[in-house]
């Protein structure tokens, strides 16, 4: 499970989950990131030691955060005994279910943390999503890999790598419209993630048009509303 909130930590030895559930304490009861590990520490009961020999930095307790995102994502996918058996565009699909929901119950902190996702400010909150990125990547690449051992023609295997790529992109646009997105539930997000995964896959196996249309008349929709 992603880190959840305590009072603060006492002086006992520590460990990554916990540090970064003080972090995330911290950064939401005090409305900033903290100033330097010295003064994290000190505030939140740490020894300074302790924390070096988990974190190099206080950078690196954020891309934590966002690793044990997609880490309890897996988790919670392979508690599924159907999962194994979806093809990969559902295992996709329940892929990016999942992770939104995992941010769901920790929403206020990922607002916190991505306080600004203008356009060119999103970008600059992108360092913490660097270890995020490999994982999606690597876990679009599995499904691709599976799906080409399948394909006897060369020509019919999927690029791994451009897929793979294209499933980060997607996260993040998927990303950065929940983060605006206030409809109950959030239902216009699993609607996006539902169109956005139809397109993809469809694009992959040569028949984009339909699923382009019904994903660009539903994001006129939005903007219109």
């Known amino acids: 499970m992603a880190p959840k909130a ?3 930590t006492s002086r006992k030895k520590m460990s990554k989950e ?3 559930t003080a972090f995330t304490n911290y950064a939401l009861e005090q409305d900033r990131i903290p100033h330097s590990v010295y003064k994290f520490c000190k505030e939140e009961g740490l020894k300074e ?4 020999n988990h974190f190099g930095s206080l950078e690196s307790v954020r891309r934590f955060i966002w690793n044990a995102f997609h880490q309890n994502t897996v988790a919670v996918l392979h508690k599924n005994k159907e999962y194994s058996g979806y093809g990969n565009r559902e295992k996709l699909l329940s892929y990016f279910f ?3 929901e995992v941010l769901k119950l920790n929403r206020t902190y990922v607002l916190f943390t991505l306080k600004d996702h203008s356009n060119e400010n999103m970008l600059k909150s992108l360092e913490q999503l660097k270890g995020l990125r490999k ?4 876990f679009a690449s599995k499904l691709i890999e599976e799906g080409n051992e399948s394909k006897q ?4 295997k999927h690029n791994t790598t451009i897929f793979s790529e294209g499933a980060w992109v997607q996260f993040l646009f998927i990303l950065k419209f929940w983060l ?3 409809s109950a539930g959030f239902e216009h997000t699993d609607i996006i993630i539902e169109k956005s995964v139809n397109t993809v896959f469809d694009v992959f196996e040569t028949t984009p048009l339909e699923s382009v249309i019904d994903l660009g008349k539903f994001l006129w929709k ?3 509303m």
């Not at 030691?49 to 070096?52: G, N, T």
């Open 18 to 20: 916990s540090i970064a």
């Open 49 to 52: 030691e302790e924390f070096y």
């Open 180 to 182: 605006a997105d206030d």
């Open 222 to 224: 939005e903007k219109m």
């Open 6 to 8: 305590t009072t603060k």
């Open 153 to 156: 023609l060369k020509y019919s």
């Open 135 to 138: 994982h999606v990547k690597i």
């Open 98 to 100: 999942t992770m939104f």
